[in-house]
């Protein structure tokens, strides 16, 4: 019962900690962020985006603003997928109507834009904006239906495990470094926590399990701030 609210406000208590003891310093205006060079890398590309008819447009839009990024320079919309519609008239063929990320048949009008715009990366979120499918334009496709044969999209499970890369380059990590992930995700994120020296726990899909292991790490945190 409130198993959301209750994992929800333990995320906010944790955050509120950390910022008074660690991060104080902040400004608020920098809270939301990215590393710069990645900012900067990221400025330099053209991203195409839809919402697939989903709630997560103004959102994002939002976002990418306040990182610095321009409607029109850095980023561009698939207009008539960023509209709410709960009868999601998006995708192709078995997938008409099926506004899952994952699915390739949901990004042929991004495709078109991202040709036409020269656009390197193609990003489309889920209804509820909690999930994001991801795809990477051929440069050198030279028309729409090659462009979209050539490119290459990313599951779930590799999208995952592209920043677990990215954090083991960057950091040093010891078994005292937790990551969770669940039974159903790829064996490719826990073999890549091993290898970066951290400790990964295995939980059954659900936030209720997920709000077990971070109760017991948020309580250790809280003790060892007191």
């Known amino acids: 019962k409130n198993i959301i609210e209750q ?7 944790t955050r509120l900690l950390i910022q008074n003891n660690f991060f104080s310093s902040v400004p608020e ?3 939301l962020t990215f590393i ?3 900012l900067e890398s990221l400025k330099r590309q053209k991203i195409v985006i839809t919402s697939l008819n989903g709630c997560g447009w103004e959102s994002i ?3 990418m603003e306040k990182l610095g990024m321009q409607e029109g320079v850095h980023f561009f919309s698939v207009k008539d997928e960023n509209i709410p519609d709960g009868n999601f ?8 109507g099926k506004p899952n990320p ?3 048949e949901n990004f042929h009008k991004a495709v078109e834009i991202a040709f036409h715009v020269k656009a390197k990366y193609i990003f489309a979120a889920d209804p509820d904006a909690d999930r994001l499918g991801i795809g990477m334009i051929d440069p050198h496709s030279t028309d729409v239906k090659t462009a979209y044969k050539n490119t290459r999209f990313f599951s779930g499970n590799e999208q995952l495990a592209i920043p677990i890369w990215y954090l083991g380059l960057m950091n040093t990590y010891s078994q005292d470094d937790v990551f ?4 159903v995700s790829s064996t490719l994120y826990s073999k890549m926590v091993n290898f970066i020296g951290a400790t990964i726990h295995f939980v059954p899909v659900g936030f209720k399990y997920f709000e077990q292991i971070s109760n017991h790490y948020v309580s250790q945190l809280i003790q060892t701030i007191r």
Request: hydrophobic share 30%; aromatic share 6%.
């Open 180 to 183: 969770v992930q669940t039974l």
């Open 7 to 13: 994992y929800a406000s333990k995320i906010a208590a």
């Open 102 to 104: 994952e699915y390739p």
């Open 89 to 96: 008239p998006t995708g192709v063929g078995k997938c008409k």
């Open 29 to 31: 205006s920098q809270e």
């Open 36 to 38: 710069p060079e990645i």
């Open 61 to 63: 839009r939002i976002l």
